[in-house]
């Protein structure tokens, strides 16, 4: 029974083992084990503050980005409208450029079917004369060549004149 029931000196000696052991530990470990704890407590500490500080900088940071974000869509849209309000006036230019073209050119056909209207007209006239006079000088030749055809001739063109 001696071993589940220890002596009263054997407790008395380990109690004094005991507090040697304990003064021994608190001058050589126990101030560095604190020393480690208080410095573990302030990184963590500053890790925390750091957290809080790196999380309102990304608030900061996301708020910022949608500004430039919304102000590159207004852009974006400002260039856009611009683009095709340019588009629109370029193509109403060469509507109109297109417009004035082609009205050039139509006045210019015309000019040019007047002239070669007049042109044709004016070398069937001559057609006409030359061949009228051509006829005319056959006709009086063969009817001229006697002096009765020659007289009737002159009678009608008088009485013609009178009608007129």
Known sequence: MDLIIPDSGLIIWQAIIFLIVLLILRKFA??????????REASIENA????ENAK???????????????QARLER????????????????DAKTEASKISSKMIEDAKLVIDTEK????????????LL?????????????????????????????????
């Not at 925390?48 to 957290?51: C, E, P, Q």
């Not at 007049?118 to 004369?129: C, F, G, P, R």
């Open 48 to 51: 925390l503050l750091a957290a």
């Open 30 to 39: 126990w101030k560095p084990i604190l020393g480690a704890l208080s410095e």
């Open 132 to 164: 009228t006079i051509e006829v005319t000088e056959k006709i009086l030749r063969k009817n001229l060549s006697e002096d009765k055809a020659q007289q009737e001739l002159v009678e009608g063109y008088v009485k013609d004149l009178k009608l007129n």
């Open 56 to 70: 309102k900088e990304m608030a900061n940071l996301k708020a910022e980005n949608e500004k430039l974000l919304e």
């Open 77 to 92: 849209d400002n260039i856009l409208k611009g683009a095709n309000e340019a588009a629109k006036q370029i193509t109403e």
């Open 118 to 129: 007049k042109a044709a007209l004016s070398e069937v006239k001559n057609q006409v004369a």
